[in-house]
């Protein structure tokens, strides 16, 4: 269950120092990948850096880096051990989000980073990380209709909860291809607190450096944001910006336009396409890089979808598919540590497909059997291309199904 509200997280980190300086990021899209260039770039320039950004993708503590590395699953056990332990001292109450955040906050502590790259959860005013102490910049990327029950109906109600994790004094980055209505409230909450709002550039020699037709527009956007903030945020007087080029090119942010190989799964020889994209905006950016690169005149797209309950999945699904196409829905499984996570019913996808146009012949239903999926889509694309979207979790479930794969294939070559 998510219960948003600051209390218990208060309470559950009172004993947990936070020497460490913040970079917070708030947003509907693109927060995990500035996060990513951020904190890659800290790590680049000798800052010993932390990252928390959420959901973790196949195991829990995957969601916690420490110098670009995932934090040891002993680390995360013993600081999630002490967090439990005084969550049920204290009779806090705290819900499984508040409980990881304290659990990543307790994990910077024992390795003494300098600076925090902080992924907000939902929202941004009443998120359990807006707890943070001491926060350096606050990033506010791309906004959109998402997650409305608890944020708000419109755009602008949407952007106001963002806007809290804002500091009087605390520079704000904004992405600036944020529509009119979203800027006019981020910026009037910066008055209204003091601060000042700065607009993410791309008009900087070191992205000079990179060449803009190796990303994708909204990669160049989130590229800007996190640039603008390190820009912000690193005040050592040594210029690390020989180092960020290799660091930035490095980064790899899995299942966002994730080119993945499921042969091990399957047998299909063609890779396939891996995106989590759950909501409107982020269907139209999926979109766009599907009609731009994978579809050929007249070729069809077979479609793997997954969806969590409450998302307006004919909304996503509009964008992205055509009546040629074929569809196999599937539910997700059980979410580690997100109890409150539900898969929508398959026959809902199959509904919602349906009336974006896709025949009826065209459709399969998997139920919560994922290879299935798989081995009939690889079956009917007989190498067209396919993509599985929808959702995050399907991608987790994706990856650890190839894991697995892979482990039984080692144990049986070794």
Known sequence: ??????????????????????????????????????????????????????????????????????????????????????NEAEDIGASEFELLTATAFGVFAREKIEMGVVEVGLGGRLDATNVIRNKAVTVISKIGLDHQSFLGNTIEEIARQKAGIMRSGVPCVLDRSNPPAVLKVVEDYAKEIGTDVVLSSTESSFLDELSQEDYEPHEW?????????????????????????????????????????????????????LDGAHNVQSAQVLQMYVDRKL??????????????QGKELEGILKPLLHSDDFVAAVEFGAVDGMPWVQAMDSKDILSAA?????????????????????????TVADGDPIVIAGSLYLVSDVLRLLRTAKAFKDHILG
């Not at 928390?52 to 013993?78: A, M």
């Not at 390190?230 to 690390?240: D, G, I, M, R, V």
């Not at 050929?296 to 969590?308: N, Q, T």
Request: a positive charge; one cysteine or more.
């Open 1 to 86: 269950m998510i219960e948003l509200g600051l209390g218990r997280i208060s309470r559950l980190v009172r004993q947990t120092p936070q020497p460490w300086k913040a970079i917070h990021v708030a947003g509907t899209n693109g927060k995990g990948s500035i996060c990513a260039y951020l904190s890659a770039m800290l790590h680049a320039s000798g800052v010993r850096c932390g990252r928390f950004t959420s959901p973790h993708l196949i195991d829990r503590w995957d969601c916690i880096t420490i110098n670009e590395q995932t934090v040891k699953e002993s680390v995360f056990r013993e600081a999630e051990g002490l967090v439990k332990k005084e």
């Open 221 to 273: 956007q989130n590229l800007a944001c996190a640039y603008t903030a390190f820009h912000l945020a690193y005040t050592k007087q040594e210029s690390p910006l020989h180092r960020l080029s290799p660091a930035i090119q490095n980064v790899n942010w899995p299942g966002r336009l994730q080119v993945t190989d499921i042969r091990s799964l399957t047998g299909r020889q063609e890779p396939v396409l």
């Open 295 to 308: 579809r050929k005149s007249g070729s069809k797209i077979i479609w793997v979808v997954a969806a969590s």
């Open 354 to 378: 349906s009336n974006s146009g896709v025949k009826k012949t065209q459709l399969y239903n998997a139920g919560a059997d994922l290879s299935g999926a798989l081995r009939w889509a690889a």
